[in-house]
């Protein structure tokens, strides 16, 4: 009997624990930076751990695994030296102020400055609406105001309300809306949308600066799903990856090119993002969205109510679905599962 009730206590303690995981709103106030290219104004302090994520300094913090980027885990990737990587997601950070939602998003090196293609996605809870096929454009006359041919797919329940697109040539950029409506251009030109930057410095990293007039305005006291895809890009869209690598074009896909066009996924482990990436159908007509992969796993779920660590769930290894709690701090096994 005197065990059974020192089970309850502690039972009834954790939990009191996870109920108040300090989800205060506002307290993830985010901070403003110098969209320049140069990441020292990103003062967050990353996870240790690989598949982690914190929030710190006011940043959202994912720290990826290196060595991820395998597309449906036989992707290779182009012959031609300056193609070599680029693709491996090394860090997702974001923030926001009362103007502008700031993105920092870190791979490794390219084997050429302007090789990666970064496609993101954001999902606001509880929004109506969405675009589930990720600005796919047309394949037959791709155009990167109206797309970037990725073939990339999300589940109804990650619909986007925006997708963004930046092409490491010259540091261009596009967003959105959830019809596929152009919202922004980064081209560097006089027609470029007031306010939107994109940046880089280095070969590794870019910014990203996003007036939040633009998509519908602050985050604050909200949760987002956001989708970090990369792949390369041709010409601004998305570069094929065929059956074979050649000079130009990656390897490992589908005859039929139906599968996406990027090799690393932000938000889940190696094993989900291959099984979601290498989820297409390969006897589907070519561009037809039908066929293209779902993803419904590999996604950062960032909720700006609160401050606190957390990883994701690693079936198999923690346990059947155990997991950190976000923001309570406290292991709990079976509570979160992705």
């Known amino acids: 009997m005197k065990r059974k009730v020192h089970f309850l206590f502690y039972m009834f303690a954790a939990m009191s624990i996870i109920f108040m995981d300090q989800r205060v709103a506002g307290a993830f106030t985010g901070h403003p930076i110098k969209v320049d290219g140069a990441t020292n104004d990103w003062t967050g302090i990353a996870p240790a751990e690989p598949n982690t994520w914190t929030i710190s300094n006011g940043e959202y913090i994912w720290e990826d695994a290196k060595g991820d980027d395998t597309g ?27 103007k502008n939602l700031y993105l920092m998003i870190k791979c ?35 155009n990167f105001d109206k797309g970037v041919c990725a073939n990339l797919k999300v589940s109804p329940e990650l619909a986007c309300q925006y997708v963004i697109a930046i092409s490491s040539s010259a540091y261009k950029g596009r967003i959105w809306d959830e019809k596929g409506g152009l919202v922004a251009r980064k081209e560097g030109d006089k027609k470029d949308t007031p306010g939107f930057k994109v940046e880089g410095t280095n070969w ?35 570069r094929k990856i065929d059956v074979d690598a050649s000079e130009w074009n990656g390897g490992g896909g589908a005859p039929n090119n139906s599968n996406p066009y990027v090799y690393d996924l932000a938000g889940a482990d190696k094993e989900t993002q291959e099984k979601e990436i290498g989820s297409y159908n390969p006897n589907a007509p070519f561009g037809l969205p039908d066929g293209f992969a779902v993803i419904e796993k590999s996604f950062l779920k960032i909720d700006f109510r609160y401050e606190g660590p957390g990883k994701l769930s690693r079936r198999g290894e923690d346990g059947e679905g155990a997991g950190f709690l976000p923001g309570a701090g406290v292991f709990f096994p079976a509570l979160l599962s992705r």
């Open 72 to 98: 449906n885990g036989k992707y290779a990737y182009p012959l031609n030296k300056a193609l070599k990587g680029g693709c491996d997601i090394r860090e997702v950070r974001l923030t926001y102020d009362d």
């Open 204 to 238: 590794n990293s870019v910014e990203v600066g996003i007036p939040l007039e633009l998509i519908g305005g602050s985050p604050a006291g909200q949760v987002w799903d956001v989708i970090v895809a990369v792949g390369q890009q041709d010409f601004d869209v998305a």
């Open 108 to 142: 490794d090196r390219p084997g050429e400055f302007w090789t990666p293609l970064r496609i993101v996605g954001i999902h606001k809870e509880g929004a109506a609406g969405g675009m589930t096929v990720l600005a796919q454009g047309d394949v037959n006359e791709p």
